[in-house]
């Protein structure tokens, strides 16, 4: 098995990576084509989720492809807003915090390269199971803590999250798990992480070096929303929705968004 990517020096790397990529040429030319609209909703404590922006999403700042892309982040999933504006996770309330703590880095930094460098720390502690040590990114990228932790405990910060909700909720088809990829416009539902062969096949311009020996063999399809094989579930009961985890023999799991009974 290859060593396993040091995930810190990642993050702090993101943006040489990104120029670097840009200055070899690797990416497709200026102007040559439309760029492709890459979505990811997803949730800050989702295991799944985390490992999908450590292991795979992050790859687009190494290999040139995210010349070709406009990525948006949507840090929301199986969250649900209560009549009274008030929001609930499927991890409890440090998924809200971090929800919004992502929601504001992205709202202080708008610079791709920098809040993905921020959110891509913060997931890798979730991978780690270190999630709550998540304020040392700002040290670790050298970034000023102020715009963040000013925005996720205010009332901005949750009209942000609001925001995210309303994007989320307006997805057709609707998302039925997390992370949930949308690719050009379409969901790639099981097949998320070949996402880059889809952003491939979806680009009209010089297909970007990155794109050389990338096998496209897209299996995105409907599915039931319960597997049937190997089933291992964890409910959490938030009001009137019922969330599920299921894993299927072979598979990762996915977290699954299920209408209670």
């Not at 925005?151 to 909720?169: F, I, V």
Request: hydrophobic share 40%; net charge negative.
């Amino acid at each position: 098995m290859a060593a396993r990517v040091d995930h810190l020096a990642l993050a702090a790397a993101l943006l040489l990576l990104a120029s670097a990529a840009a200055a070899a040429g690797e990416g497709p030319e200026e102007g040559s084509a439309k760029k492709v609209d890459v979505a990811l909703y997803y949730e800050s404590l989702c295991p799944y989720s985390a490992r999908f922006v450590v292991d795979h999403l992050a790859k687009v700042f190494r290999d040139g492809l995210l010349d070709a892309i406009d990525l948006t982040l949507v840090p929301y999933g199986n969250a649900r807003v209560a009549n009274n504006g008030k929001i609930s996770c499927q991890h409890g309330p440090y998924e809200c915090v971090l929800n919004t703590v992502e929601a504001c880095a992205i709202d202080a930094w708008p610079d791709l390269n920098t809040h993905f460098g921020f959110i891509y720390c913060v997931e890798d502690l979730v991978v780690k199971r270190q999630y709550r040590e998540w304020e040392s990114c700002f040290q670790k990228l050298g970034l000023d803590p102020e715009p963040v932790t000013g925005c996720y405990k205010s009332e901005h910060g949750h009209k942000l999250e609001l925001k995210y909700a309303n994007q989320t909720d307006a997805l057709e088809p609707p998302h039925r798990y997390v992370p949930w990829v949308v690719v050009d416009g379409k969901p790639l539902l099981e097949d998320y992480e070949n996402f880059e062969a889809y952003i491939c096949k979806a680009y009209k311009g010089t297909p970007p070096k990155a794109c050389e020996g990338l096998g496209f063999a897209p299996r995105a399809q409907e599915q039931d929303a319960v597997e049937t094989a190997h089933e291992v579930s964890y409910n959490y009961n938030y009001g009137d929705i019922k969330l599920q985890t299921a894993e299927a023999e072979g598979g990762e799991s996915k977290m699954l968004l299920l209408d209670a009974e």
